[in-house]
């Protein structure tokens, strides 16, 4: 049976963290933080999916093993360019701590990627609660 209050609060912090990532951005400014933020809205949307359907929340950071059974769920997903999905998933591994794989996204890249994570969220926001999912 669909959970439509358990899958708006997961969507809910996703929401916190796209509206972070865009006031970082008109600050430009911050671009590993702006990374981060993208991941964390990413993965807090997908996750959304297994909570609005009654599945465990996965205890997993990999945007892909969520975007691969929310895409199943969701066919609009099925647009979005895997390749981003990876790009973005680094973020969570080579952005939040010094060493050796740590950079300094672009601006660019980031405005770029800031955009999927907008597009992820408001399709996955749309169906639950159309309850289309």
Partial sequence: MPNQTFALEWLGFAKKNILTAQLLIREKHFTDSIAIEIQQ???????????????????????????????????KLQEINQDDILSISDYYDN??????????PALEEVEYFFTVAETIYNVIHHEVITSGI
Avoid: D
């Fill in 41 to 75: 809205a990413i993965e807090k949307s997908l996750k959304a999916v297994y909570a609005y359907l009654g599945n465990p929340i996965p205890r997993t950071h990999s945007l892909m093993t969520l975007f691969r059974y929310s895409s199943t769920k969701i066919g």
């Fill in 95 to 104: 952005e939040r701590y010094p060493g050796p794989r740590y950079t300094q």
